[in-house]
């Protein structure tokens, strides 16, 4: 069983730029589809990007598509959010998921959670 910690998370003026990380342990990271969602005050958890068990094929929101990329290493069990041009409605929890189900953006396919980090844009 996968335990998932995330970290890079802080306050950013906007325009600003972040890059989260996510640190697997206690299983092998390899072997699943990753994902990023986010959760604003107020709001339902969303749908942020997703990335194949070899990293070779992305997926995002198309609120996030051109300033996000998701990317991971597997050799270090480590999956990666780069963050750009960041926008107040970005401010949220963000939190990452691990999945045996391809690119899904749905949360349901998600059997994994990291505890979140907060990211906060400032205008």
């Known amino acids: 069983q996968v335990q998932l910690v995330e970290s890079g998370g802080g306050l950013v003026q906007a325009g600003g730029s972040l890059r989260l990380s996510c640190a697997a342990s206690?299983?092998?990271?390899?072997?699943?589809?990753m994902g990023w969602f986010r959760q604003a005050p107020g709001k339902e958890r969303e749908f942020v990007a997703a990335?194949?068990?070899?990293?070779?094929?992305?997926y995002y929101a198309d609120s996030v598509k051109g300033r996000f990329t998701i990317s991971r290493d597997n050799a270090k069990s480590t999956l990666y959010l780069q963050m750009n041009s960041l926008k107040p409605e970005d401010t949220a929890v963000y939190y990452c998921?691990?999945?045996?189900?391809?690119?899904?953006?749905?949360?349901?396919?998600?059997?994994?959670w990291g505890q979140g980090t907060q990211a906060t844009v400032s205008s």
């Open positions: 990335i194949v068990r070899s990293g070779g094929s992305t």
């Open positions: 206690g299983g092998t990271f390899s072997s699943y589809s």
């Open positions: 998921a691990a999945s045996h189900r391809l690119l899904s953006p749905s949360a349901v396919e998600y059997g994994y």
